[in-house]
């Protein structure tokens, strides 16, 4: 019986220490492996400014580089309108022999001759002029293809910053209405308090969850958008990663004092600038169809051998413009020099309302969030630290049973909103002053302020 109870009933060391010899290696690697673990340094955020935006616009943007070789091709047609026309070399054999056959009773005549075209003399300087003309319209275009470039990188910076905002102000919130969640929760399970405020607490966190995470999509997009005005673009450059370190400084508020006349700002704004140019070419094009009534006309001149005496040839030809004269040319060049003085019309007008709808907005943004630029001891500004007071404030009272639970979920929206409130319109203020500032011709890196060194925001 010893013998059998040894056998189905092994003592505890017997059975345990199998597991202890499985176990304790498995328990080594996994304590030498949490340091190994925690050696990895996680990927730091990328963290971009508006001046990198910026410059990574103004060093290589696809849009911006097909302006400019469209200037280089603008280049070339300019050489080309002023080169002249090759000569003509012509000889001519009369009288000679055929392979295999006696030579005919004649002398052999020799003539060569060279033909100079004299159309470019007088389509020269019209040729010239309309390629002038554009060359400036194509440099013009250049100059706003870089405007329409800042302008759309600068609105997609903001909508990304002002987007990461809301989503760290939803998890803000998230986080905070999970306390008043878990001291609901603890009021209840004490008996102290109905479950009524914890549903509601409830509900109100999850609302909050499940519109943060709609925020969170909203910024993953922008911040796709925002990608297209970066050079290089890697793995750190999407939604999940990207950091925004916005700058709230006061710099581009000083350029609001350079006012110009109507007029010169109009004048200034490169499609104006353009549109005027292609005018120009127009009216040359108009030119240069006039001058071709008379077309291909040369001159000239030769050497002529016959037996044995040499002597000079020369001749001129002149198209007679008696069937075709050229009206159809004509009539399409007018027709598209009146288009193109229309074109410069409408867009001296929408360039003049751009400008007078971003100045008002510089100046009305600029007046009306002008108190929200006031900050407290601590440097936080006045209007959110009077929503963190609030929610603070209203948590305190219904913690002391003095408010309900509607009040707290109050001034818990009351301070999201007040920091959407706070941002849009200080990112609006910014987008104006420097949408003004483009449409002026201000180079936005010299206005905005030097890349800084500290941490973001």
């Known amino acids: ?31 030498c492996a949490r340091p190994v673990a925690s050696q990895v340094p996680p990927v730091p955020p990328a963290s971009i400014t508006l ?6 616009v103004s060093e290589l943007h696809p849009a911006i580089e097909a302006a400019r070789a469209r200037v280089r091709a603008a280049r070339g047609s300019q050489t080309s309108a002023g080169a002249f026309s090759n000569p003509v070399l012509g000889v001519e054999v009369e009288n000679a022999s055929l392979p295999g056959r006696p030579h005919p009773p004649m002398d052999r005549e020799t003539m060569v001759t060279a033909m100079i075209p004299l159309d470019p003399f007088y389509q020269r300087s019209a040729r010239l002029h309309r390629a002038a003309a554009q060359l400036r319209a194509s440099e013009a275009d250049t100059a706003a293809a870089g405007q329409r470039v800042a302008l759309a990188a600068v609105h997609a910076y903001y909508r990304t ?3 990461q905002v809301i989503v760290e102000a939803d998890a803000d919130l998230v986080a905070w209405l999970d306390t008043v969640v878990v001291y609901n929760r603890n009021r209840v399970s004490e008996g102290v308090a109905a479950g009524a405020d914890l549903l509601r607490a409830e509900l109100e966190r999850d609302r909050a969850g499940a519109q943060a995470a709609l925020h969170t999509a909203q910024l993953s997009s922008a911040a796709a958008a925002l990608s297209e005005f970066l050079n290089a673009p890697d793995e750190r450059w999407n939604g999940d990663l990207l950091r925004i370190r916005v700058e709230l400084t006061d710099e581009p508020l000083q350029f609001l004092g350079r006012q110009l006349g109507e007029a010169d700002a109009v004048a200034l704004i490169p499609a104006v600038r353009a549109a005027r140019e292609r005018l120009g070419a127009s009216g040359a094009a108009v030119s240069i169809e006039r001058t071709m009534l008379v077309r291909q006309l040369g001159v000239m001149v030769g050497l002529k051998q016959s037996v044995g005496t040499t002597s000079f040839l020369g001749g001129v030809s002149l198209p007679f413009p008696l069937l075709d004269r050229n009206r159809g040319e004509i009539a399409r060049a007018k027709g598209e020099r009146d288009a193109a003085a229309s074109e410069l019309v409408a867009e001296e007008r929408a360039a003049a309302a751009r400008l007078a709808e971003a100045a008002a907005a510089a100046r009305i943004l600029t007046e009306q969030t002008a108190p929200l630029t006031r900050r407290t001891a601590d440097g936080t500004p006045a209007l959110l630290a009077r929503a963190d007071e609030t929610r603070r404030i209203a948590l305190g009272a219904y913690r002391e049973g003095a408010v309900p639970l509607f009040t ?3 001034a818990a929206r009351a301070w999201g909103e007040a920091r959407l409130t706070y941002f849009e319109a200080l990112f609006a203020q910014r987008e104006s002053v420097l949408t003004l500032l483009t449409l002026q011709g201000e180079d936005l890196l010299k206005v905005l302020p030097p890349a800084e060194k500290g941490p973001a925001r």
């Open 1 to 31: 019986m010893s013998w059998l109870r040894s056998i189905h009933s092994p003592s505890r060391r017997s059975w345990r220490a199998p597991v202890y010899r499985i176990a304790l290696p498995f328990a080594w690697m996994s304590i």
């Open 51 to 56: 001046r990198t935006v910026l410059e990574s």
């Open 161 to 163: 910053a002002l987007a």
């Open 408 to 410: 707290v979920l109050d």
